[in-house]
């Protein structure tokens, strides 16, 4: 009964993650917590197996368990097609969470593959079901994206794929042309991950494929920048760059008939002083579309650079960053370890094998809860001198006057 009580509440797993288990526990404590909650994805009670789902893929973000779960992927595809049909939307959007991680872990084979057969079908008809919750729905859109974008083998999978999520994101483009306004609606949030799921499999076609969705879409995706949500008129931005990328690549003398409206319009949105938006949104607008303008009138990319243990990663164009960008808000804060352990996403990124660290040097690179703690309290401790330091020569200045 002791034992069975580590893993009957599957919420302080989902919230706590593996970081304990990595620092006071086992490689055996985490798999029989995980078997655990693999059992609890079957509980009569909805939270309870939201929190399971929840679990397992906070823990599979933050490890490798490869061979763990490739013993247990039928079960595991099994409970997730189950939430996923009977489930309601948090349940929806953990179990679809989930498959996502599952096919990170998996990276590009058979077993991969049959998960996508598998789930495919049920994300493509919760995506496309009207009813159902918004939420789930793009949940479902970004899952669905990034699971062709691993698994799928069979071109005309990720051509249904494509068609599926852009039947999805151009009912935000403008319909009529007198209005120069796109006002945002609940299914906005929906539009936005379809278009970046879409943009994602864009950059593993065919050129053929390729040119045809430029054809298609290089004169309707501006019109999503004047959309009335900052997260559209972003996510638009970016896949724009991405394109001119994509067409640049193929024809390096590449031509676009609009290229003056479409600079003026990017042009406006990186100087952006509208008093109506949020400043924030009007900072984060203005970075980004700074960028953009740059890629598209000048060809250039700002590099990134992106720490993992002992390596460096270098993001120095848009398909990259995109790319980045997907997994990382999928896996958070593991995407660091996955960088460095995941060979299917160290192949992504060209980074080559994983470097192997023996025990001891991952033990100096590691900081310990203690260390950490008393590093965050001094810093906090010398910004609060410095701070009240600047406050009192702001007084007496005011004195002074």
Same mark, same amino acid.
């Given at each position: 009964?002791?034992?069975?009580?580590?893993?009957?509440?599957?919420?302080?797993? =989902?919230?706590?993650?593996?970081?304990?288990?990595?620092?006071?526990?086992?490689?055996?404590?985490?798999?029989?917590?995980?078997?655990?909650?693999?059992?609890?994805?079957?509980?009569?009670?909805?939270?309870?197996?939201?929190? @399971?789902?929840?679990?397992?893929?906070?823990?599979?973000?933050?490890?490798?368990?490869?061979?763990?779960?490739?013993?247990?992927?039928?079960?595991?595809?099994?409970?997730?097609?189950?939430?996923?049909?009977?489930?309601?939307?948090?349940?929806?959007?953990?179990? @679809?969470?989930?498959?996502?991680?599952?096919?990170?872990?998996?990276?590009?084979?058979?077993?991969?593959?049959?998960?996508? $057969?598998?789930?495919?079908?049920?994300? $493509?008809?919760?995506?496309?079901?009207?009813?159902?919750?918004?939420? =789930?729905?793009?949940?479902?859109?970004?899952?669905?994206?990034?699971?062709?974008?691993?698994?799928?083998?069979?071109?005309?999978?990720?051509?249904?794929?494509?068609?599926?999520?852009?039947?999805?994101?151009?009912?935000?483009?403008?319909?009529?042309?007198?209005?120069?306004?796109?006002?945002?609606?609940?299914?906005?949030?929906?539009?936005?991950?379809?278009?970046?799921?879409?943009?994602?499999?864009?950059?593993?076609?065919?050129?053929?494929?390729?040119?045809?969705?430029?054809?298609?879409?290089?004169?309707?995706?501006?019109?999503?920048?004047?959309?009335?949500?900052?997260?559209?008129?972003?996510?638009?931005?970016?896949?724009?760059?991405?394109?001119?990328?994509?067409?640049?690549?193929?024809?390096?003398?590449?031509?676009?008939?609009?290229?003056?409206?479409?600079?003026?319009?990017?042009?406006?949105?990186?100087?952006?002083?509208?008093?109506?938006?949020?400043?924030?949104?009007?900072?984060?607008?203005?970075?980004?579309?700074?960028?953009?303008?740059? =890629?598209?009138?000048?060809?250039?990319?700002?590099?990134?650079?992106?720490?993992?243990?002992?390596?460096?990663?270098?993001?120095?164009?848009?398909?990259?960053?995109?790319?980045?960008?997907?997994?990382?808000?999928?896996?958070?804060?593991?995407?660091?370890?996955?960088?460095?352990?995941?060979?299917?996403?160290?192949?992504?990124?060209?980074?080559?094998?994983?470097?192997?660290?023996? @025990?001891?040097?991952?033990?100096?690179?590691?900081?310990?809860?203690?260390?950490?703690?008393?590093?965050?309290?001094?810093?906090?401790?010398?910004?609060?001198?410095?701070?009240?330091?600047?406050?009192?020569?702001?007084?007496?200045?005011?004195?002074?006057?």
């Amino acid at each position: 009964m002791s034992h069975c009580s580590g893993y009957s509440d599957p919420s302080s797993f =989902a919230e706590d993650g593996p970081e304990v288990l990595d620092e006071e526990g086992t490689q055996e404590d985490l798999e029989y917590k995980l078997k655990g909650l693999i059992d609890l994805t079957l509980d009569k009670s909805a939270k309870t197996r939201q929190a @399971a789902l929840e679990g397992i893929k906070n823990a599979l973000a933050s490890k490798m368990l490869y061979e763990f779960i490739l013993e247990r992927r039928m079960t595991l595809t099994d409970s997730i097609e189950r939430c996923l049909k009977k489930g309601k939307s948090d349940e929806q959007r953990a179990a @679809a969470a989930l498959a996502s991680v599952i096919c990170i872990q998996l990276g590009p084979g058979i077993e991969s593959e049959e998960i996508l $057969k598998t789930l495919g079908p049920v994300l $493509k008809k919760i995506i496309c079901d009207g009813t159902a919750n918004i939420q =789930a729905r793009q949940t479902c859109a970004t899952c669905f994206g990034v699971c062709c974008f691993i698994a799928t083998d069979d071109i005309t999978e990720l051509y249904s794929t494509l068609e599926c999520l852009e039947n999805i994101f151009i009912k935000s483009y403008l319909k009529e042309k007198d209005t120069n306004v796109i006002c945002s609606t609940p299914n906005t949030v929906l539009h936005i991950s379809s278009l970046l799921a879409w943009t994602l499999l864009l950059t593993i076609c065919p050129i053929n494929e390729v040119k045809k969705k430029l054809e298609m879409h290089f004169h309707k995706l501006p019109s999503l920048l004047s959309c009335d949500d900052v997260n559209m008129r972003i996510a638009a931005g970016e896949s724009l760059a991405l394109l001119f990328e994509l067409a640049r690549g193929m024809e390096s003398d590449f031509f676009y008939e609009d290229m003056e409206s479409l600079t003026q319009m990017l042009r406006a949105l990186a100087t952006d002083g509208n008093k109506h938006r949020a400043k924030v949104d009007k900072r984060k607008q203005r970075s980004v579309f700074r960028d953009v303008l740059r =890629a598209v009138e000048e060809r250039d990319f700002p590099t990134e650079t992106v720490k993992f243990g002992p390596e460096r990663m270098y993001i120095d164009c848009w398909v990259k960053k995109h790319t980045y960008d997907t997994f990382k808000e999928i896996l958070g804060s593991g995407m660091q370890y996955h960088l460095q352990s995941n060979e299917f996403l160290r192949n992504v990124f060209e980074l080559g094998p994983p470097v192997m660290l023996d @025990a001891a040097t991952l033990k100096t690179m590691k900081i310990s809860r203690f260390e950490r703690h008393l590093y965050n309290s001094a810093a906090f401790k010398a910004r609060t001198k410095a701070r009240s330091k600047c406050r009192d020569k702001r007084a007496d200045v005011g004195e002074f006057f």
